[in-house]
């Protein structure tokens, strides 16, 4: 049998207004414009545009939200809690790349 | 259909209250839970046990799951007879659905409003582990899946899914790639789920990645460190010969550029991270009676002191 192939998107590539977030994660608008405000998830930033213009997302806000929407439904997290937790965990992942680098510089039998 | 004892699940007895479930569910979540949890079988355990809280947290569930009797977990089994038209279970198949299913379809046949509003299709993440080779060149990967789908009634149905999924030149440990439409098929004219595929980078015997840079080790025999050489070291897009320069020391970085994983996008000629070999000082496990010689002539004649710096 003939499989079809199937094209795949870089997540980085995603250009997102904030309905099409909602609809890719999930997520309630309302609780999505929390999370925005309190800067858990970013804006993508808008080079030479008006202040006035409709905020917009790049695929790192897609992990987010989906990460978030996760865990509202799996542990009943309200969003103040939400916002901790995200923020601990951006800072969790920052941390496990630089590890990630410094083992890979680290020579064979050292790491 | 086979059956799930959702109270073991949980650890929990058939008489627990609505409160013991949310403390035990709280606990269990946040042991197995795959975002937060290093224990190996994570993930399988988590879905195991939100499947068995979705069903015991809601009364009307879990009347009609004490309702199916106590079984031996993965015992075949059959509902009661007029257990699906007392709980709204609507039409379904006892031979082909699994229990989970029947649970999250359960009142679909009571006809009410909103019944055929449009659901999406569900969204689904698998972990892709690819070769640094992979990653240089790009590659295809075989999927295969148990979508979960609504059928032509709004049930709930397991479809088992093959397709190939192009993966570009240039991903890199950690990336994530979206593949829209790939999952789940929407319901009365929902849109499909998505597919997300979390790429990592399988272990190389030469070569560790940071991003796009890549790194490995360059043994050098003590000679070689001091008198400098030309050597030829893999990489993976063909070997390359190498300059070390006289004096070098353990530890030292001779870069490659351009000599890593290429970016995202990037074509043949396009940019590359670097390649850095870091260097090793090897010495010999076994010395012939010719090589002690020489090293006792080198140790009686030089005036290198590696420890000078401890006086």
Known sequence: MRMELSEVVWLEEHDL????????????????EDLVAAGAIETRPLHGAAGSSPERFGGTAIRTARTAQRWIQDFEIDARGLVLALSLLDRVERLELQLRALRARLPDGRR | MKYKDYYATMGLERAASEEDIKKAYRRLARKYHPDVS??????????????AYQTLKDPQKRAAYD????????????????WGTRFDAGAFSAEDLDLADLFAQLHAGRGRP???RPRAGMDYEVAVPITIEQAYQGTQVDLELNLQEYDEHGGLRRVPQS???RIPRGASDGQRLRVPGKGGKGANGGRAGDLYLNISLRPHQWYRADGHDLYM???LSPWEAVLGTTIEVPTPGGPVRLRVPAGTRAGQHLRLPGRGLPH???????????????????VPSVV?????????????SASFDPRAHFV
């Open chain 2, 38 to 51: 290093k224990e190996p079988d994570a993930e399988e355990q988590f879905k195991a046990v939100a499947e």
């Open chain 2, 67 to 82: 309702q199916l009797g106590a079984h031996r977990p993965g015992e075949e089994f059959q509902p009661p007879p007029d």
């Open chain 2, 114 to 116: 909103g019944a055929s």
């Open chain 2, 264 to 282: 995202p996008r990037s074509d043949e000629h396009g940019s590359h991270g670097d390649l850095y070999g870091i260097v090793q000082i090897v």
């Open chain 2, 217 to 219: 080790d360059v043994p």
């Open chain 2, 163 to 165: 397709f190939k999924a």
């Open chain 1, 17 to 32: 207004s904030l309905a099409e977030l909602a609809e890719i994660s999930g997520l309630p608008i309302a609780v999505l």
């Open chain 2, 288 to 300: 012939s009676d010719a090589d002690r010689a020489l090293y006792e002539q080198l140790a009686a």
